[in-house]
């Protein structure tokens, strides 16, 4: 976009901000569910597109954020905000704990490891009193969807903001992805690959931490089997995939263009199996057309374009 990439980011953001004042409920909460699958996917890339760690535990982090928040103001009678610090907290040391034995893995050994890992926090939380067991657990509502807005846009802007400072412009972006090409060579070049991939797992679980908390107090009811079903990391990384994997912009363009077509199908015909059958399709086509996703595909599209004006 050359020079309109600041004044178009400007007015991206305006019209969001502005959002609340043009929107009636319903709509207002669609796109604050779009937010938050922004904020999940950009967190997901952190890790599996910059470091290359493909992770299929994701959303237990977000789970332990929603009931770590819950438990801190039902149990602990704390505010909302010092529940959500909590949460995020929570999340970031889950992840220097696990990531500790399993980024000693890669590969398929890797995935499978953080799927059971999320499989394993679920069935904790399914056991667990305080968490309410099999019955879920409320949290004490609070009926102000412009409130839940903001606090929403307020933590994805914060996730894409320090996202795009660490990942693009800093040191530490250029070494996970020196990690990711070829992490031998990265250790023969002094890079500490250990601490940056443990640093790096820790980031991206903080995110969905303090996400799922703003989610729990915003549904007022969280249960295993929503916030730490594995359909949720699933989503993630299919949203990733489709923007275009450990870029910038693809994870935002990827969340909200399938969650608008979740939306979409779900206000057409009250199910999700078509959602469910448009994501096997999505997958299928990006792994056969779109291997580098819809970012690449727009580099490839311009390419001929700078080299034609190279050439003049």
Request: net charge positive; with cysteine; hydrophobic share 55%.
């Amino acid at each position: 976009m050359g020079p309109l990439r600041l004044p178009a980011l400007a007015a991206f953001l305006l019209l969001t901000l502005l959002a609340p004042l043009a929107l009636n409920p319903f709509w207002l909460r669609i796109l604050t569910e779009i937010l938050l699958w922004m904020g999940l996917a950009v967190s997901w890339n952190i890790i599996g597109g910059y470091t290359g760690y493909l992770n299929f535990g994701h959303g237990a982090f977000f789970g332990v954020g929603a009931y770590v928040t819950a438990i801190a103001m039902v149990h602990a009678g704390l505010p909302f905000g010092a529940g959500l610090l909590l949460g995020g907290c929570a999340s970031a040391a889950l992840a220097a704990f696990i990531g500790l034995p399993t980024l000693r893995l890669r590969g398929a050994y890797f995935a499978i490891a953080t799927w059971a890992f999320a499989e394993m926090i679920r069935q904790v939380a399914l056991l667990l009193e305080v968490t309410g067991g099999a019955f879920g657990m409320r949290v004490p509502g609070l009926l102000d969807p412009n409130f839940f807005y903001y606090v929403m846009w307020a933590a994805v802007a914060g996730t894409c903001a320090i996202t795009y400072g660490l990942m693009e412009r800093s040191r530490m972006g250029y070494k996970l992805r020196a990690i990711r090409e070829q992490e031998e060579a990265a250790e023969t070049l002094g890079v500490a690959t250990t601490r940056l991939k443990l640093a790096a797992f820790a980031l991206s679980a903080t995110f969905p931490g303090v996400l799922g908390g703003i989610y729990g107090y915003w549904t007022t009811y969280i249960h295993p089997d929503s916030v730490l079903a594995g359909s949720v990391t699933d989503q993630m990384v299919v949203m990733v995939l489709l923007g275009g994997l450990g870029t910038a912009v693809g994870p935002i363009l990827g969340a909200v263009l399938l969650q608008a077509v979740s939306r979409f199908l779900w206000l057409q015909t009250e199910q999700s199996v078509l959602y469910i059958i448009f994501i096997g399709l999505v997958i299928c086509v990006v792994v056969q057309l779109l291997p580098d996703g819809l970012v690449g595909l727009w580099a490839r599209l311009r390419r001929p374009q700078r080299e034609a004006g190279g050439a003049a």
